[in-house]
């Protein structure tokens, strides 16, 4: 930077040839924008290579307008700090009068930067450090161009045409740490908090917010408020974004009155950019009134199973069928029956009698049932915060394996209820999909090498599976978890259950091995 940096001040300005000078010690001043903030942790090597052997190199300086003092021109004042602390206790005439090199005055941005520049290249500076002096930079130069704000793509081809090259996302990180950050956790970022962890910042107080917005929780300002108290409340050399993002998790969660899982899913799915969709599933085939007497005509969904396997007598005079539609959170899913004689549980919208009125129309052939168990265990994993556990796999087993364990950082993020809840789910889950009775030679290659499931089945270690995942007293399984399960995921978790059972009375009935 050579020249003023506005086109309506451009200016040619006549750089006079470097002089060399000897200064006195006491007309030299370090330069107070010095973009390190805190002490040179090098300071006492450099002062004691100073009184041994005298300045390696010259200090370069400048004279500011109007100033009859210089000061440090492009890095240096580490040096100078050691010469006048030399000088005044030693009084020895090497450290009061000292070689420079002088560069006249352009402006203070072009100063600012050749600091900024000279401290970079020496790998001295913390991210904050940086972030403060582009920020510091940026100011200066809107003061010096006569500018209200100078935008972050004129900013960049500044700092390009000055040698200091950043590129804009850069830039922008830059800004929110010094702005948003900075005010609220100065400990962490002193203390050396890099560009990866305020990368991770941002993402989750972006997150955060659509969260928010989404529940209708209130302005962006009520938001920031929340956030702000949060993110102080953590703030320490050992920050750990863990805290973070757990609190925000509960106080979003207390706010809307949603489970706290699935506000996890929703924020790590934000996080991860993708949107969050927990599965559906239609069943395609509609059973019209011949169908529900129990025909068994080839090709009917009733042809395999006999009515006492069903649960429903249709030809009963104690239960005379009609069709039924049921709605399942929010969607019409199956044609049901509903019985003359027990009017209360026909049309009953709990779980149990979504499952008894849909029986009969569910799917015969083991395809879609599969298909069937895979869409529920994944939107029982994705309200759990298991989504990534649960995979489909094709025409072999029960539609879905789980990859492996539970992340072991939840038992650190959950409270012992939840923690219970999302434990017992996975079992569930694991049950479902017959992890530990499958043949372990064609289940354990398909999931992951590094797999602490796939060990423990390969290795049949029980222990090992025990240790990563809690596991319950069977006794505690109605207080831990049916009653506290969401009415969407009891009533998910009943249907995988039954799907289960009618995959093995397919495949029974038409002699179909499961496991191939």
Not at 30 to 54: C, L, M, Q, T, V
Request: hydrophobic residues 35%; glycine residues 6%.
């Amino acid at each position: 930077m050579t020249a003023k940096l506005s086109s309506e001040k451009a200016e040619s300005v006549s750089i006079e040839k470097t002089q060399t000078m000897i200064l006195s010690i006491d007309s030299v001043k370090p330069y107070k924008r010095n973009p390190r903030r805190s002490k040179n942790p090098e300071y006492d090597r450099i002062k004691e290579s100073i009184r041994a052997i005298g300045l390696d190199q010259p200090l370069v300086v400048t004279q500011p307008p109007e100033s009859t003092d210089y000061i440090v021109h492009s890095g240096g004042n580490s040096r100078l700090h050691a010469l006048k602390d030399l000088y005044k206790e030693t009084g020895d005439a090497r450290f009061e009068k000292i070689h420079c090199l002088f560069k006249p005055w352009v402006c203070e941005s072009e100063v600012l930067l050749a600091h900024l520049r000279e401290n970079d290249l020496r790998g001295e500076l913390i991210f904050i450090d940086k972030a403060r002096a582009i920020s510091d930079i940026k100011q200066l130069l809107e003061e010096e161009l006569e500018i209200e704000e100078l935008s972050q793509r004129k900013l960049q081809s500044v700092l390009d045409a000055s040698g200091y090259r950043l590129n804009q996302g850069l830039i922008s990180r830059m800004g929110y740490t010094v702005n948003r950050l900075y005010p609220l956790i100065p400990d962490a970022l002193n203390a050396g908090l890099g560009r990866p962890q305020v990368m991770q910042i941002r993402s989750l107080d972006r997150a955060a917010l659509k969260i928010w917005q989404k529940y209708e929780l209130g302005d962006e300002e009520v938001y920031d408020d929340v956030f702000n108290a949060l993110t102080r409340r953590y703030d320490s050399p050992d920050w750990d974004i863990g805290l973070l993002q757990g609190a925000l998790e509960a106080e979003i969660s207390a706010e809307a009155e949603v489970d706290i899982q699935t506000i996890r899913v929703e924020l790590d799915a934000q996080i991860a950019g993708r949107d969050l969709t927990i599965p559906k599933f239609d069943d395609d085939y509609e059973a019209d009134e011949h169908d529900l007497r129990g025909s068994t005509e080839s090709g009917s969904p009733m042809a395999s199973f006999p009515d006492d396997e069903v649960g429903i007598h249709a030809d009963s005079n104690e239960s005379k069928l009609d069709q039924k539609s049921v709605t399942h959170n929010g969607d019409m899913v199956s044609t049901g029956v509903e019985s003359s004689h027990d009017s209360s549980i026909s049309k009953s919208d709990s779980p149990v009698s979504q499952i008894l009125n849909s029986k009969a129309s569910a799917p015969d052939d083991l395809k879609s049932l599969r298909g069937r168990a895979w869409t529920l265990a994944a939107r029982l994993a994705q309200r759990n915060g298991l989504s990534d556990l649960v995979e489909p796999i094709s025409g072999k087993g029960l539609g879905f394996i789980l990859r492996d364990v539970p992340d072991p950082a939840l038992a650190d993020q959950l409270d012992d209820d939840m923690l219970s809840q999302v434990s017992m789910v996975w079992w569930h889950l694991a049950a479902s999909a017959e992890m530990t009775v499958a043949p372990i030679e064609l289940i354990a290659p398909i999931l992951p090498v590094d797999s602490v499931l796939r060990r423990a089945l390969e290795q049949q270690d029980a222990g090992l599976l025990f240790n990563s995942v809690w596991t319950l007293d069977p006794g505690h399984t109605g207080n831990q978890l049916w009653r506290r399960l969401g009415e969407q995921d009891w009533d998910d978790m009943l249907h995988l259950m039954y799907t289960y059972r009618r995959i093995h009375q397919v495949a029974e009935n038409t002699e179909t091995t499961l496991w191939e």
